[in-house]
């Protein structure tokens, strides 16, 4: 648990659905890492996005896809992109991963996020992870993105429905904060319109488990533990968090439920027994309020995996590809939970 802030403001529940593991070991590797991202993070969180309305269409790095397939699909005007295992894999009845990048809900997937579903792919039985280019801001802030990536969840899970397939929605940062956002509004747009969400015959389709990794999960930013883990945060500054939620919000309230996931009701998930799965770094800003929306999930009865990881940054595990220990013993990680 947080070494840097308060441990009780932050204790998991006794005996809760929520099953933690917690690691607090560094390497020398990855200091040196570290001190690198925070000697150069000006830079890495400067400039304006700049790209077109609507699903961005991709290039998939060859390199980064470990012998793996790709092949492109558009749902509901959303570019998608196929990852395939050159392992054989089902004809029918496969696990679907669909993978929303983080990047401040404004940049597209990064070479590194192409590396991590590769892996994915290769090592889990039977499974398609699929990259989703869903509308970013600033042309698509929530209110225009998100009905759209609503249409495009909808779609997907009847899809997979049809096929007797099963879906894993998954993603990273902001990506992990869409991810929830989306099942959750799913959930209570069911619910609303009085279908019984606690059984598949009598609502719609939904996923199987979330993974989120490193998940924003309140655009208000008013914790004020941020403040506290901000001078232990090589990546990310609590100005970055407050702009890049502001450019995703938008005209919508921050806590808004579609933007802001910990205002939404969590009960939900348990009642259709959806698990979720994530990873909280000690060395994040945005780790305060990721642990309360998980001991929030722990206090309704949601069942999940937790990797809580001190002395580590916002999404550690996506410098896969520069042979950390500490990301390929997070997304070995990964794997294991999601091969279950």
Same mark, same amino acid.
């Given at each position: 648990?947080? /070494?840097?802030?308060?441990?009780?403001?932050?204790?998991?529940?006794?005996?809760?659905?929520?099953?933690?593991?917690?690691?607090?070991?560094?390497?020398?590797?990855?200091?040196?890492?570290?001190?690198?991202?925070?000697?150069?993070?000006?830079?890495?969180?400067?400039?304006?996005? %700049?790209?077109?309305?609507?699903?961005?269409?991709?290039?998939?790095?060859?390199?980064?896809?470990?012998?793996?397939?790709?092949?492109?699909?558009?749902?509901?005007?959303?570019?998608?992109?196929?990852?395939?295992?050159?392992?054989?894999?089902?004809?029918?009845?496969?696990?679907?991963?669909?993978?929303?990048?983080?990047?401040?809900?404004?940049?597209?997937?990064?070479?590194?996020?192409?590396?991590?579903?590769?892996?994915?792919?290769?090592?889990?039985?039977?499974?398609?992870?699929?990259?989703?280019?869903?509308?970013?801001?600033?042309?698509?802030?929530?209110?225009?993105?998100?009905?759209?990536?609503?249409?495009?969840?909808?779609?997907?899970?009847?899809?997979?429905?049809?096929?007797?397939?099963?879906?894993?929605?998954?993603?990273?940062?902001?990506?992990?904060?869409?991810?929830?956002?989306?099942?959750?509004?799913?959930?209570? !747009?069911?619910?609303?319109?009085?279908?019984?969400?606690?059984?598949?015959?009598?609502?719609?389709?939904?996923?199987?488990?979330?993974?989120?990794?490193?998940?924003?999960?309140?655009?208000?930013? %008013?914790?004020?533990?941020?403040?506290?883990?901000? %001078?232990?945060?090589?990546?990310?500054?609590?100005?970055?968090?407050?702009?890049?939620?502001?450019?995703?919000?938008?005209?919508?309230?921050?806590?808004?439920?579609?933007?802001?996931?910990?205002?939404?009701?969590?009960?939900?998930?348990?009642?259709?027994?959806?698990?979720?799965?994530?990873?909280?770094?000690?060395?994040?800003?945005?780790?305060?309020?990721?642990?309360?929306?998980?001991?929030?999930?722990? /206090?309704?009865?949601? /069942?999940?995996?937790?990797?809580?990881?001190?002395?580590?940054?916002?999404?550690?595990?996506?410098?896969?590809?520069?042979?950390?220990? /500490?990301?390929? !013993?997070?997304?070995?990680?990964?794997?294991?939970?999601? %091969?279950?």
């Amino acid at each position: 648990m947080f /070494e840097s802030i308060e441990h009780k403001d932050y204790a998991a529940k006794e005996g809760g659905s929520i099953h933690i593991t917690d690691r607090h070991d560094r390497s020398q590797l990855m200091i040196i890492v570290q001190f690198l991202v925070r000697r150069f993070r000006n830079k890495i969180n400067s400039g304006e996005p %700049k790209h077109e309305d609507g699903s961005i269409k991709l290039e998939p790095p060859k390199s980064k896809l470990r012998d793996c397939t790709i092949s492109e699909r558009t749902v509901c005007d959303v570019h998608i992109y196929d990852i395939v295992s050159p392992k054989k894999v089902a004809e029918k009845g496969i696990k679907r991963i669909y993978y929303f990048a983080g990047g401040s809900w404004q940049q597209e997937p990064s070479g590194q996020h192409w590396s991590m579903c590769a892996r994915l792919a290769t090592e889990i039985p039977d499974t398609i992870v699929s990259m989703v280019s869903m509308p970013l801001a600033p042309n698509n802030p929530a209110p225009s993105s998100f009905p759209w990536c609503m249409k495009l969840y909808r779609a997907l899970l009847a899809e997979a429905q049809e096929a007797g397939d099963k879906v894993i929605l998954a993603g990273d940062s902001s990506g992990a904060n869409v991810v929830l956002c989306l099942t959750l509004e799913a959930l209570r !747009e069911d619910a609303d319109n009085a279908l019984d969400v606690s059984t598949e015959q009598k609502s719609n389709p939904h996923p199987i488990a979330l993974m989120v990794i490193s998940p924003s999960t309140d655009l208000t930013r %008013k914790n004020a533990d941020i403040d506290k883990i901000a %001078k232990h945060d090589p990546l990310l500054t609590p100005d970055v968090i407050k702009q890049t939620a502001k450019a995703w919000h938008a005209d919508w309230d921050p806590t808004d439920r579609r933007v802001s996931p910990i205002y939404a009701d969590i009960s939900l998930l348990a009642k259709r027994n959806i698990k979720v799965h994530g990873i909280a770094a000690g060395c994040d800003v945005l780790a305060p309020d990721g642990v309360i929306f998980r001991n929030r999930c722990s /206090e309704s009865n949601v /069942e999940g995996e937790w990797l809580h990881w001190e002395k580590q940054m916002h999404c550690f595990v996506l410098t896969l590809p520069y042979g950390l220990r /500490e990301a390929e !013993e997070g997304v070995r990680w990964v794997i294991d939970v999601l %091969k279950e």
